[in-house]
């Protein structure tokens, strides 16, 4: 630590750093604009001015930019310097000459930094009375509107779009006094991590397009702690509700997954919550398509009479929080519970579960920080999209470490990246077709999973010669997997990252091997990474459900928030669901499933709940409700109490809240004991108050429900939670795991984060949220996984048919989203051109996809990237039915 | 389509560094050489050729105010509007090229003759006002001067 001394104040500091970082460390307001704690300095902006003295002595003192300083121990600054003062006025006042001073009307109003550094240099009188330059604004797609003639020209938003995200359809035109952000033409923005622009640019040039369509001001929303529902990484979130509809989703800052940036599936996919499609009343079946609606009670009871009579299966969720899950096996009993995704990947989750156990995987600001990195596999931007935007910065880090010589700090942006040039760390990707990552890649291999998972044993043996060897390799494979090797093992942090998505367990075991190989040879920061598909897939898992191929044969069964449709082959799920048999479904969204169900629950969204996901490093994160769920829709562990409440079941009936629920399960499955530290309980108090879900300045809440009774009502109860429907509370900073919204004084927009973090970016007070649930056994390693699959025998006139994900379209819930709906892409038949010619079919033809005796017709796309003898087909469209892949196809010409 | 002169210069252009996107300038130099503008089909052309996407290339080629976006005269006036000639009296020389040729920044004569653009200086302050045509620079100018200037680009 070094000591400086800002206005005569010592302060111990981190030495490594510039004066921005740490005066912002130690709590100061100090103005900027183009610093970013995850983008580093530029410059750009002047706005961090401060006084730097010579010495004690020094009263004169020049002005420096505090972003673009290092740190020196015994330096002397002043921030309240009358020089450095005026300076910093002058520069907003500058930046104001061309803002539009439209806050009324701009989205970014009330949570601007513009707003907020404006009110902080005190400029507040404008003197320039000249015509300000106007653009034209452009149509960057449903995501993300543009409205330049409020840039101050800051750059953020090129630099983490173009050298943070990697995209290149995105950049800074013109000269002077007429700069513009944005793209060569109107269109989409084609990056999947665009929507942070929203929280990048410190003012209203780039806000939410989707919040716009129903928008409040941050500070009449009522937000909640929450974590991410449309993948297995549990990005961490701040949803906000008024009036009963999700408006909006922002980031919530962990150390340790998101930090600042999600994916935009993840900001985006929040619509499905205020679909059309949700269900609000419980309902029971009275004949073919014809509902009958049912009160809560008799809907409980007519549950529990089935469950009284014992004779019930269920089937539990990957989506569906831990609690629910946990609820439904209690209530059908643990032998009668089945997993709610099909057998391979339950057999891989629980695969996965145990190379955890092993080894713990790496966060994603490991993964930031990985110098050698292999892909096996997996297409993380469409799977686990955020987990991508982290492997991107892994390449930097080669370079980075070759900048010491050179004296150059990390932080300093644009001279850590003109010293790297276009140098990039060792980044291998083994996948079935082209990822978005392969632009960073040394070398990219397009093959069959089992081929990929033959590379991924190759690499193993030549790290470690005990590690089972490959028969047959062709020699230009066996070289790929020297190279790659050869990048791992001279890393000092070599990362190995593969996933579910080519249903492959072969593969999971060839990156198991990998990294045990890598720490074999004392690589002690070797690290493994698993993606799993959804975001309680891990959860799930854990709950030991029993295969769902082996679910037939009761009375009824109950679904929990699920599709069965999506999970297996409709004439398996149609013959489940015949004869008299009574099928119940719990779900928030009408789907094929709830649409065969004799009773169906209307569960609450994920967002008007509270419940646990485990993501894929195993880690458990508690979500809470940014609102009650409306009318007599409620949590899926509550409609289960109810009906085993009726069946007489004591163990269930006495639950009051989410607590009385965990205990139970705490005693029942004491491994997932943990769980109960993943948040505060709901008696958690703070000087005796709850937490406010809502900010100071939540405006009308006397006359929000006027029109129904003039007296305000009391705030609705929350007994699974600290947290209260209200305004009301402790004002002071809760434990990380409980904290809605980040609002500080004088920091309204998103940088207030600044204000709860320990460090910057470092861990938010009181640590990061979250707990591992699968803590490594003590006897480190294990042993090498044996089974080498043998070389793909290609079949005559057949196909393997690949899964192709989409970041939008493959998940679910977000198709429910317009904005995500309107991404998605159209089914398809992917083929290679070398293959489409040899069936002498072109690309936009009808083709016929034979699959179990049934044929498919789709649209052929080629794609060059496809290994010769696959095809391809996108994952999980509504519009296809739930295929078992891999697996082999024949291909014709289709009609029409 | 770049013309096989044009493909050749800018390929000639290439080796000189260690990227091929560096050497874009060049290549926006050697077809607005030729052509006289940046076309939006030359855009692609050139985007194409040098591996870069639409906007990347055209970032570089707005940020340069020599590159022109827009098709221009058979003559360019540039006249600088920069301290110096703005002190003795750059406006008088605008004010007269406004009144003879009926233009003003940014625009071109209805005969294609000539283009007024601004420039931010000329290194020639010692001899302001100033402005250039084509690759004359001419210097101590007023109205008459620039009267018998202005004769000599046809």
Same mark, same amino acid.
């Given at each position: 630590m070094a000591t400086i001394y800002v206005d005569d104040r010592p302060c111990r500091v981190?030495?490594?750093?510039n004066l921005l970082h740490v005066c912002l460390s130690l709590g100061f307001n100090l103005p900027y604009f183009c610093w970013h704690p995850a983008l580093?300095? $530029? +410059?750009?902006?002047?706005?961090?001015a401060v006084k730097l003295f010579r010495?004690? *002595?020094?009263?004169?003192g020049k002005l420096v930019m505090a972003c673009m300083t290092p740190v020196a121990d015994g330096a002397r600054i002043s921030l309240a310097d009358p020089d450095a003062l005026a300076f910093r006025a002058g520069i907003i006042e500058g930046m104001m *000459?061309? *803002?539009? *001073?439209?806050c009324p009307v701009?989205?970014?109003?009330?949570?601007c930094h513009l707003q907020d550094m404006t009110v902080m240099t005190g400029h507040?009188?404008?003197?320039?009375s000249f015509p300000k330059r106007t653009f034209r604004n452009q149509y960057?797609?449903? /995501?993300v509107n543009h409205e330049m &003639?409020?840039?101050?020209?800051?750059y953020r938003c090129v630099r983490f779009y173009r050298?943070?995200?990697? +995209?290149?359809?995105f950049n800074v035109f013109g000269i002077r006094n007429l700069v513009y952000f944005g793209?060569?033409?109107? +269109? $989409?923005?084609?990056?999947?991590?665009?929507? &942070?622009l929203d929280e990048v640019c410190?003012?209203? $040039?780039?806000?939410d397009a989707t919040h716009k369509r129903h928008y409040t001001r941050k500070w009449d929303l009522q937000f909640a702690p929450s974590i991410c529902i449309?993948? +297995?990484?549990g990005c961490n979130l701040s949803p906000g509700e008024r009036y009963g509809l999700l408006r909006r989703i922002v980031n919530r800052y962990h150390q340790d997954l998101n930090s600042y940036f999600l994916c935009d599936r993840g900001r985006y996919g929040y619509e499905f919550v205020n679909s059309?499609?949700? /269900?609000r009343q419980a309902r029971l079946g009275i004949a073919a398509g014809k509902w009958q609606s049912l009160a809560a009670q008799p809907a409980a009871a007519w549950l529990g009479k089935l469950l009284a009579a014992g004779d019930v299966i269920g089937i539990g969720s990957p989506r569906a929080s831990l609690e629910a899950n946990y609820a439904l096996r209690l209530a059908v009993g643990p032998r009668r519970f089945f997993a709610g995704v099909s057998d391979v990947e339950l057999r891989l989750l629980r695969l996965a579960a145990d190379l955890l156990r092993r080894q713990p995987a790496p966060t994603l600001r490991e993964m930031e920080s990985a110098d050698a990195v292999l892909v096996l596999g997996e297409d993380v931007t469409n799977t686990a999209p955020r987990m991508a935007l982290s492997l991107r910065q892994a390449v930097r880090q080669q370079p980075l470490a070759e900048l010491e010589p050179l004296k150059i700090? $990390?932080?300093?942006d644009h001279a850590a990246r003109e010293a790297a040039q276009e140098r990039r760390g060792p980044f291998y990707i083994a996948t079935p077709a082209a990822t978005r990552l392969d632009d960073i890649a040394a070398e990219t291999w397009h093959a069959a999973p089992g081929e990929l998972a033959r590379l991924g044993f190759a690499v193993a043996r030549v790290l470690d010669e005990s590690a089972p060897a490959v028969a047959d390799l062709p020699p230009p494979v066996q070289a790929l997997a020297g190279r790659i090797a050869a990048a791992l093992s001279s890393a000092r942090r070599p990362l190995v990252v593969s996933g579910l998505a080519c249903r492959s367990a072969a593969l999971l075991e060839a990156s198991a091997n990998i990294a045990l190989a890598l720490r074999r040879s004392r690589q002690d920061h070797a690290r493994l990474a698993i993606a799993v598909p959804e975001a309680n897939s891990l959860g799930l898992a854990l709950l030991d459900p029993r295969p769902l191929?082996?679910?037939?044969?009761?009375?009824a069964l109950i679904v929990l928030e699920n599709d069965l449709y999506r999970r297996a082959s409709a004439s398996w799920v149609d013959e489940l669901l015949a004869g008299e048999r009574r099928l119940i479904a719990l779900d928030c969204l009408e789907h094929p499933t709830t649409r065969r169900a004799s009773l169906v629950l209307p569960a609450a969204a994920w967002s008007e709940d509270e419940g646990t996901f485990v993501n894929y490093e195993g880690r458990a994160q508690r979500y809470f409700a940014a609102c009650p769920p409306p009318g007599e829709i409620q949590s899926s562990w509550r409609w289960l109490r109810d009906a085993m409440r009726e069946a007489g079941r004591?163990?269930?009936?006495?639950?009051?809240?989410l607590d009385d629920l965990l205990a139970g399960l705490a005693r029942d499955l004491p491994a997932l004991a943990?769980?109960?530290?993943?948040a505060p309980p709901a008696d958690f108090r703070m000087a005796g108050a709850r937490i406010p879900r809502?900010?100071?300045?939540?405006?009308g809440r006397t006359a929000i429900l006027a029109n129904l009774d003039v007296s305000e009502p009391p705030p609705p109860p929350d007994p699974?939670?600290?947290?209260?429907?209200?305004?009301?509370?402790?004002?002071d900073q809760p434990p990380a795991a409980l904290l809605p919204f980040a609002w500080a004084p004088g920091w309204n927009?998103?940088?207030?984060?600044n204000k709860f973090q320990e460090e910057i970016y470092g861990p938010l007070r009181g640590g990061n949220p979250g707990v591992l649930l699968l803590a490594p056994e003590p006897r480190p390693a294990g042993d090498f996984f044996r089974n080498v699959p043998p070389p793909l025998a290609g079949r005559d006139g057949e196909w393997l048919l690949l899964p192709l994900y989409h970041i939008?379209?493959?998940?679910?819930?977000?198709?429910?989203?317009p904005a995500i709906r309107q991404l998605s892409p159209a089914p398809y038949l992917a083929l290679s051109a070398a293959d489409a010619g040899s069936l002498g079919l072109h690309a936009g033809e009808n083709v016929a996809l034979w699959l179990d005796g049934r044929a498919i017709t789709l649209s052929l796309k080629i794609r060059p990237d496809l290994p010769p003898g696959c095809a391809g087909v996108p994952a999980g469209?509504?519009? /296809?039915p739930a295929l078992e892949l891999p697996a082999w196809s024949r291909i014709e010409r289709g009609h029409g | 389509m770049l013309s096989a002169d044009e493909r050749r210069e800018i390929e000639a252009e290439i080796?000189?560094?260690?990227?091929?996107?560096? %050497?874009c300038i060049d290549a926006l130099k050697i077809v607005q050489r030729r052509r006289g503008w940046i076309s939006d089909e030359s855009l692609r052309d050139i985007a194409e050729l040098l591996g870069m996407t639409l906007d990347e290339l055209d970032a570089v080629a707005t940020f340069?105010?020599?590159?022109?976006r827009h098709p221009v005269g058979r003559h360019v006036i540039l006249l600088c509007n920069s301290v110096s000639c703005w002190i003795v009296g750059y406006s008088r020389l605008r004010e007269h090229l406004r009144r003879r040729l009926g233009i003003d920044f940014g625009e071109t004569t209805p005969d294609r003759r000539f283009t007024l653009l601004p420039i931010v200086?000329?290194? %020639?302050c010692d001899h302001a006002p100033v402005l250039m045509i084509d690759q004359d620079l001419h210097r101590d100018l007023d109205p008459a001067g620039l009267e018998r200037v202005l004769e000599s680009y046809r």
């Open positions: 981190d030495p490594q750093q580093g300095s $530029v +410059g750009a902006c002047r706005q961090c010495d004690a *002595h020094d009263r004169r *000459h061309n *803002h539009p *001073h439209d701009c989205d970014e109003g009330g949570e507040d009188y404008r003197r320039y960057l797609g449903p /995501l &003639n409020r840039c101050i020209q800051c050298e943070y995200a990697g +995209g290149r359809d793209r060569y033409q109107d +269109g $989409v923005l084609e990056n999947e991590f665009a929507g &942070n410190p003012t209203g $040039v780039f806000t449309h993948c +297995g990484v059309e499609s949700r /269900l700090p $990390v932080w300093l191929s082996e679910a037939a044969g009761a009375e004591e163990a269930a009936a006495g639950w009051q809240s943990p769980v109960l530290n993943a809502q900010p100071h300045r939540y405006s699974d939670s600290p947290l209260a429907y209200s305004m009301e509370g402790n004002p927009s998103y940088q207030a984060w939008f379209g493959s998940e679910m819930l977000s198709r429910y989203a469209l509504e519009a /296809l | 080796p000189r560094y260690p990227q091929r996107q560096a %050497a340069y105010n020599l590159i022109y200086c000329l290194g %020639a």
